[in-house]
């Protein structure tokens, strides 16, 4: 087994010993999807992918498994296992239930948010606006589902959290499928806004602008073509070049 997958914090890069090699390998495979170099109907061979973290099929297995109840990985029988493709009425399903989430969580998240968890979605939002300054679409589409993770972190309602997860990853497939523009899908200065009545506990406020910014997000869908890679050594080529 080699040493790659040390439970390291992206954020602090500091070894996090409870994170086991399950999770390192699905927080690799969920952020590939939340950039969306993971295209909708990629395969995920269990080969490719133990040969490129240096883990069993078991882990990958079961990292894969964590995705398919999250609905972002659809595994099919004697067939393996895909990134899942929302047809067009599934996405109207979706987006229409991350609407109703999205609505919920900023009323509850402008009762309990603490001044901490407002200062952290302030250094992403910051982190957002850097990626954007320099066109690295993939990370700032990555940061955006990731702010919207950690409102529902504030709303202090453990469901929540997990159905927003799953949410917000499904919502970066479809994204993939029928964004009509490849520039971010989210306004860093919508996420300001929603922060600043959020730390004023406006929960009427936040109700409205956040309706107002998934507004914005669904305008820029239609169909369109995907144009990730297939190609798993590539999606990962930075964790192999660790690993080298």
Same mark, same amino acid.
């Given at each position: 087994m080699t040493g790659l997958l040390k439970a390291t914090n992206k954020k602090t890069k500091q070894t996090n010993p409870k994170m086991t090699q399950d999770d390192i390998v699905y927080g690799h495979i969920f952020d590939a999807i939340l950039e969306q170099r993971l295209p909708p109907g990629t395969k995920l061979s269990e080969e490719a992918l133990g040969e490129i973290f240096g883990v069993s099929r078991t882990?990958?297995?079961?990292?894969?498994?964590?995705?398919? %109840? #999250?609905?972002?990985?659809?595994?099919?029988?004697?067939?393996?296992?895909?990134?899942? =493709?929302?047809? %067009?009425?599934?996405?109207?399903?979706? &987006?229409?239930?991350? #609407?109703?989430?999205?609505?919920?969580?900023?009323? &509850?998240?402008?009762?309990?948010?603490?001044?901490?968890?407002?200062?952290k979605c302030r250094a992403m939002v910051a982190e957002e606006n850097e990626a954007i300054a320099k066109n690295d679409t993939g990370r700032s589409i990555r940061l955006s589902g990731e702010f919207h993770i950690e409102l529902a972190a504030m709303a202090n309602n453990l469901p929540l959290m997990s159905f927003q997860r799953s949410l917000v990853s499904q919502c970066s497939l479809i994204?993939? &499928?029928?964004? =009509? =523009?490849?520039k971010t899908h989210c306004s860093c200065d919508e996420h300001t806004q929603l922060l600043d009545v959020i730390e004023a506990g406006d929960k009427q406020a936040a109700i409205a602008l956040m309706k107002t910014h998934l507004d914005h997000i669904n305008s820029k869908l239609n169909l369109h073509d995907d144009s990730g890679t297939q190609d798993l050594h590539a999606v990962f080529s930075k964790v192999l070049k660790k690993k080298a």
């Open positions: 882990i990958i297995r079961r990292a894969l498994l964590r995705l398919s %109840v #999250e609905q972002v990985v659809s595994t099919r029988p004697n067939r393996g296992s895909i990134v899942a =493709s929302p047809t %067009v009425e599934e996405a109207m399903q979706i &987006l229409k239930a991350r #609407e109703v989430m999205e609505l919920a969580i900023v009323e &509850l998240a402008a009762e309990n948010a603490t001044p901490e968890q407002i200062a994204i993939a &499928l029928y964004e =009509s =523009s490849k």
